[in-house]
């Protein structure tokens, strides 16, 4: 019987991270390496680094200075903020040629861009945590239905369809016909991206943040982003009645519905943004 983890053990070819990635990881998790030499690996890609640079002098970071150099980048940001900028693009770049019938790859980079800018924002409301894991947790939420979709493209069809018909959500309809679901997925390929085991956890439980057994702040984060950008991109108003998140994730970040009207307003002004700097490709027709 096919599982999470068979699916992607069996995708893994067609799913792998470029080079870029792995000798930039390899560096970092070096304790002889410098800022020096996380730079050089990264400007040996110049579309990567013009992208980076592009990124970081937007309004999204909002930074007094210019930032004309990658080794200048990391002394203001940090090597790990910079590895995950580096991640998230080339996980973008990865899966950019996909094309299926029922999947429009840009709607869906759109969806994890409006996420990550979503839980970005929501990270920094919270306080006292670190704002760029939940906008790299975001973007790469919903990474599990980028394999299932190559993999398994009728039975995927046929869960969004059941999802419609029975009103549930899609992970409940994908569990009945897939025998799993897309977090359970993503959370799976993360793991074989030797990724960090808190984008794993969050990824994997943020569809039922009651059941995370840690990064529970996080994973609550990424749970109500989630369900904002489902809201936003089916341009429903935010309400009690339309935001159905679960109630233990307002306990776990001190937010409530009543901040989200005003948070949603600065996510639509960087979203699109966002995309236009990560996403090379037009959108489709």
Not at 153 to 165: G, V
Request: proline letters at 4%; aromatic letters at 8%; hydrophobic letters at 45%.
């Amino acid at each position: 019987m096919q599982t999470a983890e068979s699916l992607v053990k069996e995708s893994i070819e067609l799913i792998s991270l470029p080079d870029v990635y792995i000798r930039l990881r390899s560096v970092i998790n070096s304790p002889n390496s410098s800022m020096s030499d996380v730079a050089q690996i990264i400007v040996h890609d110049p579309a990567i680094t013009a992208r980076l640079l592009k990124l970081v002098n937007s309004s999204f970071f909002g930074l007094r200075t210019k930032v004309d150099t990658m080794t200048h980048a990391i002394n203001l940001l940090g090597t790990q903020q910079v590895h995950d900028l580096v991640l998230a693009t080339v996980v973008v770049d990865s899966f950019s040629g996909f094309t299926n019938d029922s999947f429009n790859i840009y709607d869906f980079w759109f969806n994890g861009v409006y996420c990550a800018v979503t839980a970005r924002l929501l990270a920094y409301h919270c306080g006292d945590i670190d704002t760029e894991r939940p906008f790299i947790a975001g973007l790469l939420h919903g990474i599990g239905h980028l394999v299932t979709f190559q993999k398994m493209p009728e039975e995927s069809k046929k869960a969004i369809e059941l999802s419609t018909q029975k009103n549930i959500d899609l992970y409940l309809a994908e569990r009945e016909v897939l025998g799993f679901d897309y977090a359970q997925v993503g959370a799976e390929l993360m793991r074989e991206w030797q990724l960090p085991k808190s984008l794993q956890d969050i990824t994997q439980f943020h569809i039922e943040p009651v059941k995370a057994p840690d990064y529970r702040l996080e994973t609550a984060i990424i749970h109500i982003a989630s369900v904002i950008t489902e809201n936003a991109l089916a341009e429903k108003t935010i309400s009690p009645e339309t935001l159905a998140v679960n109630p233990v994730c307002w306990q776990l970040t001190g937010l409530s519905i009543e901040d989200m009207p005003a948070l949603k307003q600065e996510v639509d002004q960087q979203a699109s943004m966002v995309m236009n700097m990560l996403f090379k490709n037009k959108k489709s027709a």
